[in-house]
């Protein structure tokens, strides 16, 4: 049974990714997980679809029947799963999400110990134990050594900290009005709030999740919500995010979309202007624009190219000691 794709495991769920699947994913997980231990503690953050229920506790049973304790923190960003895995020290986080999807479709992301997705090699050898009947059986656990898990709710303020601390503290939002889509998801209290508590004038919508109206004409994959009513309230900009909030689109103080390759063309340019580029170069996929590559190489900028998606970005990130990297669809 093939279970990875580009960005985890993602389908339908209650079919694909039906609770005893989940189970089984997450016993096989944390059986690999396990070989590399520190904490014996692994992150579990959701989305805002109804299915995460389902999803999340199945984790759980999974991974608390191999031993491992599990911290749930409820419906939070992608990227705050990345950062509050290696934050608060586990040796694994999991988002649930299917990302831009429909709220019908569900998805499992992992995260190693560093806040990273996880290569491929690893991805298959998760999947290798899954179909391993007999590992499976065997490493089961009992007694006392059956894991714990419990939910913390308070984890968003350090990630609104977080993000805020990387602000600089000479600089305030205040004076810009800003449209904020939150397309009914993982964001919905998180975006509003930073960008309050930095001074902006925020218009908040689709941030009023009920478990079926995730990415339902709304956010990242619909910016012209947020384009008409920059123009109706006369504000400088309009941010459109998706379900998990791993994808950005901008729109300027016209309406108009900004390219992605546009988005990461302007922002490593400012980058080398304040003499912040490592390595003098940008990594973006090979679905952005030649005329990307030309233009960073008007600012003595190179362009290393990977495959489609973000962790393939990172890679390559990695791999030629860069700090700034990015994909044309807006991560």
Known sequence: MKLFGTDGVRGKAGDFLDAITV???AKAAGIYFRKHSTTKK???GKDTRRSGYMIENAL??????????VIQIGPMPT??????????RCDAGIMISASHNPFEDNGIKFFDNHGDKLSIAA???????????ELMTNEQVTGKEIGSSKRIDDVIGRYIVSIKSSFPKDLTLKGLRIVLDCANGAAYKVGPTILEELGADVITINNKPNGFNINDNCGAMHPETVAKLIKEYRAD?????????????????NGEIVDGDKLIGALCAYLKNENLLEGNGCVATVMSNKALEDYLSSHKIKLFRSNVGDKYV?????????????????H
């Open 237 to 253: 900009i309009g941010l459109a995010l998706d379900g998990d909030a791993d994808r950005l689109v901008v729109v300027d103080e």
């Open 42 to 44: 692994i992150l579990v």
């Open 314 to 330: 990172l890679e390559v990130m990695k791999e030629k000691n860069i700090n700034f990297g990015g994909e044309q669809s807006g």
């Open 79 to 88: 990227p705050a799963i990345a950062y509050l895995t290696e934050s608060m």
């Open 123 to 133: 991805e298959e050898e998760i999947e290798k134990i899954f179909s391993d009947v």
């Open 60 to 69: 759980v049973s999974g991974l608390t029947a191999v031993g491992y304790d």
């Open 23 to 25: 189970l089984k994913l």
